[in-house]
């Protein structure tokens, strides 16, 4: 069974960092699309980042705007892990942020998973 697992949240002040890790693991064949997405109280979950699969020198990432030159979203394929760096943090961001995954396993083909939720703080 395919499982992803997030790690890194917890409490920041407005401006500082938090780096979020993002591990799938099962009978993974492949993985295409990683990303994150967050939902904060009251609101509907929304994309924050993700990023798809390349090479060395050939990948894609798209941003939402709202954390677009604050955050960078990176992935280590080898390990099927994917990253998210927060800096500048801001009370805004605090949400609880998923990871996602579009992959194939030997179950399913281009499956998206989720994983269960971390959550950010960011407040003085």
């Known amino acids: 069974q395919v499982q992803l697992v997030e790690s890194g949240g917890g409490l920041a002040q407005p401006g500082g960092s938090l780096r979020l890790s993002c591990a799938a693991s099962g009978s993974i064949v492949s993985v295409r699309t990683m990303g994150w997405y967050r939902q904060a109280p009251g609101k509907e979950r929304e994309s924050v980042a993700l990023i798809i699969r390349g090479d060395a020198t050939n990948s894609a990432a798209d941003y939402a705007d709202s954390v677009k030159g604050r955050f960078t979203i990176s992935r280590d394929n080898a390990k099927n892990t994917v990253y998210l760096q927060m800096n500048s943090l801001k009370p805004e961001d605090t949400a609880v942020y998923y990871c996602?995954?579009?992959?194939?396993?030997?179950?399913?083909?281009?499956?998206?998973?989720w994983g269960q939720g971390t959550q950010v703080t960011v407040s003085s």
């Open positions: 996602a995954a579009d992959l194939t396993s030997y179950q399913r083909h281009e499956y998206i998973y």
